[in-house]
């Protein structure tokens, strides 16, 4: 391929809007354009990009045992019905009619179309266990659409589906899930993604897990540890401390006038922040109904902890007058009848704490929860936070890093074989629900995450085994018919031997040339030019500028194709 005939343009400043460097850098590279929000066209350069994570992604699914099938984009919804998602899902799910006045959705996922299709056909223990995989395009109508590829509302994702007739066997391929995935990050040139524990949501299931590729730009929240490989997502760690009790005293009613902060409380008893009880408010989605999160006062509430304990979706509360509630001063003592009230498990064994009296300008202090509210159910619904106690070794070592999500594995169970009533004739004669296993990669978002692992001021850093050509040749004053006739030379020897090239021979300057490499970011630039070719050499440099070599003419083409065969082996891939 030729720079001058590459559908793309690339600009020197950088577009309004871009939020991260990956989305800055592929904006300016001519690698992607919005059609709307949340929603692009990838140029040539970006689809080279992401079919080469495709085809390591087949090879790693075919590599266990899975089969490829295609899934509609388009699907009824009476089978979303069937599995409960066509009503438990919000709006990221996009619900129209057809002509005939159908409803139908656009597929943001594939259980129920998976289970739909081996229904009648996996019917036989004999058939079992099997995977099908799938490389397809989905909507999911994101609310915060941002970094380009990033986060998107339409998207390609590999998404594949294993069905087991035991929960043993579930575990044993799920692992083999996980290594391949491994693999595939390894082989995509990102091995710093790590698998963490991970809230499986609008899923279902009890295990999984999401990989993270950790980067200060990244929307997660990761929890770790220093001093063991603990690793989970914040939504799923458990938040543990040690908490001290505290001198028991007498429950009194202090006055508290315009204090309606932990931080004001704090100043105006002079206490820390561990020694109050801070109220949370939050409405049920369903009804509206108030539910209240006591916590200590120095932690913030998990909302995905909460909600699966509540089993409810839930929104911050707007507390009205006649709701019966003081904002400000709201604690355990005197709330509206029908309030749900939830414990942290923050609060559990303190015996001292300053907490609201539900009354307007007042405060108790000496608030015994065990003494003055009886027993009580403690939930763990608090975010984890910098020095904790890890859950793995027991320290205080847990810390917190940002990551963005570059793929995701459950196990199922039989929330959706169950729900749409796909059954197999067991080894005992027996109508039994197979066990399922999911396991997602968005494709895209795996590529501009590379970028933003990978880049510098000028440009990404493709590695080689993902990169849109694995070297670029620069004719430098290609009005030389020498420059162009070794270019050739090199160009034609280079493709012939499976080297992917690409090719800039325009009469542009130095700077100009070099600015637009840096920006396609191919790992290996070859550079051609008339003062080379007098002393009998080329120049050949790494994008990360790692290597530079005045290589002889005659020896060029066979150093390049054996730096191209060493970087691809390292990546475990082939030239």
Known sequence: MKVRNLVSKRFKETPADCQIASQ??????????????????????TKRITA???????????????????????????MWRKSGRYDSIGSELLRFKDRSGGDMVLGMTHEEASVQLMTDVADSYTQYPFMIYQIQTKFRDEPRCRGGLIRVREFTMKDAYSFHTSQEDLEQYYMRCYEAYNRIYARCGVPEVVAVASDSGMMGGKVSHEYMLLTDVGEDTIVLCHDCDYRANMEAAPCLLNNEPGEIAPLEKVDTPNVKTIEDLCAFLKIKPQQTCKAVMYQRNVDDSFVIVFVRGDLDVNETKLRNYLKAEVHPAVVTEDSGI????????GLPEGTTVVYDSSLKGIEWLATGACEEDKHYIGFNIARDIGEVEYVDVAKAFDG????VCGKPSIYTSRGIEVGNIFQLGTKYTESMDMTYVDQDGSLKHPIM?????????????????????????????IAPWHVQICSLR?????????????YDALTARGVEVLWDDRSVSAGVMFSDADLFGVPLRVVVSPKGLQNGTIEIATRDKSMKELVPVNEAEDFVVRFVEDALAKLECKL
């Open 24 to 45: 800055a850098l592929m904006m300016r590279g001519g690698y992607i354009k919005p059609v709307g929000n949340g929603i692009f066209t990838l140029f040539p350069i």
């Open 388 to 391: 904790g106690i890890c859950p």
């Open 478 to 490: 290609a009005d030389q018919p020498e420059v162009i006739e070794m270019s050739q030379k090199l």
């Open 52 to 78: 080469k994570i495709e085809n390591i992604i087949r090879q790693e699914m075919n590599r266990i045992d899975g089969q490829e099938v295609l899934f509609p984009v388009t699907m009824p919804a009476d």
């Open 437 to 465: 296993g999911c396991y997602g990669i968005g494709v895209g978002r795996l590529a501009a995450s590379v970028c933003e692992a990978h880049h510098d001021d000028y440009g990404p850093v493709w590695p080689m085994s």
């Open 326 to 333: 003081h904002a400000g001063f709201t604690g355990p003592m």
